[in-house]
């Protein structure tokens, strides 16, 4: 780690000057008096038109670890084609875009009424490219209404990922006197030059007008990118973490005014080797027993341990300066392939911490059976830190407000399961499901033959269809792991399409309890309490219509089971 501190009176003497002289030493930025009297006046909000390609002269794509197939000669001309398998894979409680493709989450923020969901997307192809924000809108985080792209691709380059902030207090100055607004944040990228832009919006975030004087930081890098920022009260500044990607460090900046801007310090090289650094957040979290940690989100793409993207934290202190963290130990996010670029929530009541993230991956997104559309966002996640068995201070995610969307339980009366039994329940066709179990699996037999120790003590959890696809997730009580195996349904075939992942639960402990959701294409568990988690993307290629339960060399207490159809959440069509 390497810092470029100045003491904090000193650092808000410069920011208060850069704000009145309006230069910084890493480029020159338009002068903020200047930008305050030249802002016209908020218009009336217009109907939005449709998105519009700014022109088809580009031959090289921004510096990105992912290819974008949708600024190759031909690809957007591709007619988008719907198909069988856009409607059977489609989530039913997972947004999805209606058609083109989506990645990273961006902006997501809280207004005070409705939670905002921006996102990369490319409306003319489902293929990464061409990105504008998207923008969606809930009251729950559950149900989401479409609106019209907030931010699009211009001539400056493409909208890549950033932030919205409440500029409540209009620090900037680009709202009318005694009015604030919504600000966006974000990088426009093009293959010469990564710099980050900054608009405002007068409509509560349905559209955003580009600040006049724009970038408002720009160090020269072709690989600079993905800023998010956050009011730091001890300091009493806006700070911004931004990615130099190539360099594998996260950049820390200071500004008053969300224009002009001061660098403070790096953080990195740390963590996994990969290739690009992206999408960092820095959040103040509660430590469940008392206390609070800062924790720094960085994602990875590719170099992740089981292959791709992977999204790592750092648990420590910020003091509005730099980020020091509390050990050398990372931790990911995820135990399997297809959660990225996870993004926080600002303005949360509370200080609640809330992620939404990509449930895909750059390594076989693009290739995906869906034809006219492609990209899922997680459902919402509650964060927490808590020390796990061995005493490091973990990340525990669970799904947020779910059971708002459970209809009537579906009755399975499994309790108990002797060694070598099962017990199955049929499952609604099309229908996304709940389910939730605490198991203790029995203690091993004695006298076991040596070559069969190995064999003893597992809980599976099959679903499955009567043409021989399963979905199988395991417990091994007697290595204490836990896995994920998705390798027996034939929808989809990749190279990269990797079907089997396991994480470690707690050692010496028989007991495990999960939750799992599962919803079409994609499956997210939640086990030990939410210290291990595992997102993926499923493609059976027939419906899985049953759930099996099943105790090997050992048997299991099902101390509790509960399963649960969820309501349908957007207008999308899908099997129900």
Known sequence: ???????????????????????????????????????????????????????????AEPNASHPSPAD????????VVKTQSDVFYRPTIHFSPVTGFMNDPNGLIFDGTY??????YDPFAPYAGRVHWGHATSTDLLHWQDQPIAIPETRDGEAYSGCTVLDAKNASGLFDAGQGGMAAIYTRASPHRQAQYLAVSRDNGQSFTE??????????????????????????QWVMVVAKSR???????????LIHWVHLSDFGPSGLFGVDYECPNLIEMALEGGGTRWVLFVSVNPGGPTGGSITQYFVGQ??????????TVIGLTDFAKDAYAMQVYGNMPRDEAVSIAWLGNWQYCQELPTQSWRGIMTLPRTMTLRRDFAGWIRLAQNPRGLEALRGPAIPFAARRLAAGSSAQVALPPGTALDLSLSVTVDERPHDLPLGDKGRTGRFVIVFGNEQGESLTIGFDAFSGQLWLDRNNLRGFAQPFFTGQFSTVLNPDDRHFDIHIVLDACTLEIFANGGLSVGTALIFPAGPLDFLRLEASGAGATIDTLALYPLQKVMQRESMV
Not at 247 to 257: E, G, N, P, T
């Open 247 to 257: 360099l594998h460090q996260i950049a820390f900046y200071a500004s008053i005014d």
């Open 1 to 59: 780690m390497t810092d470029e501190t100045t003491p904090r009176l000193n650092r808000r003497a410069a920011l208060s000057s850069l704000a009145t002289l309006g230069t910084i030493g890493l480029g020159t930025i338009g002068l903020g008096a200047a930008a305050r009297a030249g802002t016209p006046p908020p218009a009336t909000p217009t109907a939005p038109t449709p998105p519009q390609a700014p022109d088809h002269t580009r031959k």
């Open 318 to 327: 910020f003091d509005g300066t730099r980020f020091v963290p509390d050990d």
């Open 211 to 236: 600040y006049a004087h724009n970038p408002i930081l720009d160090i020269g890098s072709n690989s600079f990118r993905d800023p998010q920022v956050m009011f730091h009260k001890p300091t009493n």
């Open 115 to 120: 939670y905002h969901l921006y996102y990369q």
């Open 72 to 79: 190759q000669p031909g690809v957007v001309s591709r007619p």
